[in-house]
């Protein structure tokens, strides 16, 4: 009898995990430097968080800006600094990735050193941390 118990517990055991919710990755791409994409990049945050809360499951997302769209990152330049700040705080499962060789560019023309945002994580190149996500199960999606 002990048996058959386990058996039956067993073979329940996927479908209760299965129902507690699912994961979902996604990585968002900004490359412009147009407030209405930024501002589009993160209402699109907003909306697949909300969604997938909704249904009960999870999801992280990553932004990642590179060339005019590092300009999102940009501390003081940013025309969405303040939605980045608060999302950052509301929002655990939300990261934002900066192009670092787009940073070493702009540092280089400006002359000086063109301050980031704390939120941003500078990683070595945007190109390659999308194929890095996508690689890692992320979907991709471009406003």
Not at 47 to 75: C, H, K, Q, R, W
Not at 85 to 93: F, G, I, P, Q, R
Not at 121 to 133: A, F, K
Request: net charge negative.
């Amino acid at each position: 009898m002990k048996r058959l118990v386990l058996a039956m517990a067993l073979s329940i055991a996927p479908v209760l995990s299965w129902a507690e919710g699912l994961t979902h990755k996604v990585a968002i791409h900004v490359d412009q430097n147009d407030p209405q994409v930024m501002n589009m990049a993160l209402n699109n945050v907003a909306n697949v968080i909300s969604y997938y809360e909704s249904v009960g499951d999870t999801v992280e997302v990553e932004v990642v800006a590179y060339g005019p769209g590092l300009n999102m990152f940009v501390e003081g330049k940013s025309p969405v600094e303040d939605r980045i700040s608060t999302m950052s705080l509301e929002l655990d499962n939300l990261s934002f990735a900066a192009c670092g060789n787009t940073h070493r560019a702009m540092t280089a023309k400006a002359g000086k050193d063109v301050p980031l945002m704390s939120e941003a994580t500078v990683v070595p190149s945007g190109v390659v941390r999308l194929i890095e996500l996508q690689e890692n199960g992320y979907a991709y999606v471009r406003p």
